[in-house]
Structures are given as structure tokens and as C-alpha cells.
């Protein structure tokens, strides 16, 4: 359990500001470990192979069901990248321009993913919109046997993430956006069951239908959630009255202003406040405390906490 850094920058007799970084047991890493960047490598290269061959028979078979999971895929790929590359970029040191460092290049790259599957996605509807309305003989095993090689790629890259799932939010996304992968290529093998079964072409395009509206279900979320971290709004998961509460009912607090709570990337937050303290405190233990337990109870890792003697204080912003 991390004690916490605390460094103190005194102005004048009235008040200070204090900065506290906790590193609790429980609190998210900034980056992906090293070794895992061994597993993007790998998901990499067999999703890339896997677009070329679902694509292919796709057009050969003339299942759109199979082109709508292949231009997936694609944004998959592209997804992986940027993920890599962001987590690459986060672990870079503060700069004197880059005071934090480049931490906030993964909310960006939550931003530019969710736009590309968006892209994607409307290139898919459009052509299985037609061939809705004008359907065409589609192969139903040669969507049933690439598909089924999909939901082995897409589990096998899964498993590549699994181990780290629970203890980082950038591992848990990529881990999940390969098992549900392997969910829709199951769809498609479904849908080429049916086709072989009944005859009915309308099946393929449906299916891509339902597809791109899963899809589309979580490149809301993974859009929503990535502006709301770029408009500096509270973290998912965090509590905003909650620590306010814990920070007011301090010993010593009579008062408690300016505090915000914002996401420096999509596994790290931050946390500034005011506290009105008369009586003063007792030192950097109190300030060590602070940190420990915000980092153990809210997974807020970078504390900074300036005390005042009296509730107004000149010089900050309300």
C-alpha cells in the first residue's frame, strides 16, 4: 500500500497548497504492462490475416453478413493500433510543454476509434440496405466455415487479454471487444446454418442488420463515454457526492470548495479541492492519508489538496 507523496508549497501565514499522489493498492495503472504489448502484436497480425480472408469469400460468397463482420475486424485492427499506440504515448515522461505527460493520448484514441467504427459502420448499412431490397445467392457454408475461423481468431486474441482483464480498464476493453468478436462471427455461423437449411437469402442481410446494430449499440457507448472524459467530466465509477462527503467530513474541515474530479486518461484521474481547516492540520500525515484513501476508495491516484485558514481565499478561483 502506497504511502503517497506530498509536497508542500507555502504561501504566506493564511493557507498552502498541497499535493498528495496516492498509489493505493487497487489504483489503475496508467499503461498496459510491458509484456502485453506482446499481445497486441499478435492480435494484430491475426486480425489483419483474418480481414483479407473474410473479405475475400465474403465478395466470392456474396454473404454481406460476412463483409459487415470483415469491415468490424478492420476497425478492430485500427482499434488495436491506436490502443497500443496510445499506451505507448501514455507512459512518456512530463515535458516542460506536456506537463502531464501524454497520458490523455488514450481518450483520444477512444475518440478516433468510436469515429471509425462509426465510418464503418455507415459503409456496411448502405450496401446491405441494398442488398436487402435486392437479394442475391449467398453460400451458406462458406459462411458458416470463415466465420467459424472468426470466432477462433477473435477467442484466441480474447484469451491473449484475459489475464489481465481485472486490473487494467485498457486490457479489460480490448478483451472484451474480442470476445464479443467471437459472439457476433458465432451470429454469422448461425445465419449460415439457416440459409443451408431454408433457402432464404433475406437471412444474410438481416443478420448483417443485427449485426451493425450491436456494433453500433457500442460505438455509442465507447463515443459517449470518450467525449465525456474529453469534456473533463467526473470518471464512470466514481462518485462524485461520495467524496465529497468523505473530504467534508474530515477532522478539521469546516468547509469544503473548488473541488473538481477529471479523467487524465482512460485508466487515470485526478483530483483537486479547497479545504477550510482553522485549526490547521498535522502535517503530511494527514496529507498522506488523504491520498491513500482516495487512491484505495475511488481509484483516484493524483491528489492535489490546498488547505485555507479561513473560508475565502483571494487568490482562487471560486
Excluded at 493500433?81 to 499506451?87: H, M, R, V, Y
Excluded at 482483464?165 to 451470429?187: E, P
Aim: proline share 3%; charged share 10%.
Amino acid at each position: 500500500m502506497g504511502a503517497g507523496h506530498t509536497h508542500n508549497h507555502g504561501h504566506g501565514p493564511v493557507h498552502g497548497h498541497n499535493h498528495a499522489h496516492g498509489h493505493g493498492r487497487n489504483h489503475a495503472h496508467s499503461h498496459a504492462p510491458a509484456d502485453f504489448g506482446q499481445a497486441f502484436a499478435i492480435g494484430i497480425i491475426l486480425n489483419t490475416a483474418f480481414v483479407g480472408i473474410e473479405a475475400t469469400y465474403g465478395f466470392i460468397s456474396g454473404s454481406m453478413a460476412l463483409v459487415a463482420d470483415a469491415g468490424h475486424n478492420l476497425s478492430d485492427v485500427l482499434c488495436l493500433l491506436l490502443a497500443w499506440g496510445a499506451s505507448i504515448l501514455a507512459r512518456r515522461a512530463p515535458s516542460q510543454r506536456f506537463t502531464y505527460g501524454l497520458k490523455s493520448s488514450t481518450i483520444l484514441a477512444a475518440m478516433a476509434n468510436a469515429c471509425l467504427l462509426l465510418a464503418a459502420l455507415g459503409a456496411i448499412l448502405f450496401e446491405t440496405l441494398h442488398r436487402l431490397y435486392e437479394p442475391a445467392p449467398v453460400q451458406g457454408m462458406t459462411m458458416v466455415v470463415i466465420a467459424g475461423i472468426g470466432i477462433a481468431i477473435n477467442t484466441a486474441t480474447a484469451l491473449l487479454f484475459m489475464r489481465g482483464r481485472k486490473h487494467d480498464l485498457n486490457i479489460r476493453g480490448a478483451f472484451l471487444h474480442m470476445a464479443a468478436d467471437a459472439l457476433v462471427s458465432a451470429g454469422v455461423v448461425i445465419a449460415g446454418f439457416a440459409i443451408i437449411l431454408t433457402g432464404k437469402q433475406w437471412i444474410d442481410p438481416v443478420t448483417s442488420l443485427i449485426i451493425v446494430a450491436v456494433i453500433a449499440w457500442g460505438t455509442w457507448g465507447l463515443l459517449k463515454d470518450s467525449v465525456k472524459m474529453g469534456m473533463l467530466a467526473v470518471p464512470e465509477g466514481i462518485e462524485e457526492g461520495a467524496v465529497r462527503a468523505y473530504l467534508a467530513g474530515l477532522p478539521g474541515v469546516t468547509a469544503l470548495h473548488d473541488l473538481h474530479i477529471w479523467a487524465m486518461s482512460t485508466t487515470e484521474s485526478a483530483l483537486t479541492a479547497h479545504l477550510v481547516m482553522p485549526d490547521g492540520h498535522d502535517g503530511d500525515s494527514f496529507l498522506t492519508r488523504i491520498a491513500r484513501d482516495l487512491a484505495e476508495d475511488f481509484q483516484i491516484g493524483h491528489v492535489t489538496i490546498q488547505i485555507e485558514a479561513t473560508p475565502h481565499c483571494e487568490s482562487c478561483a471560486t
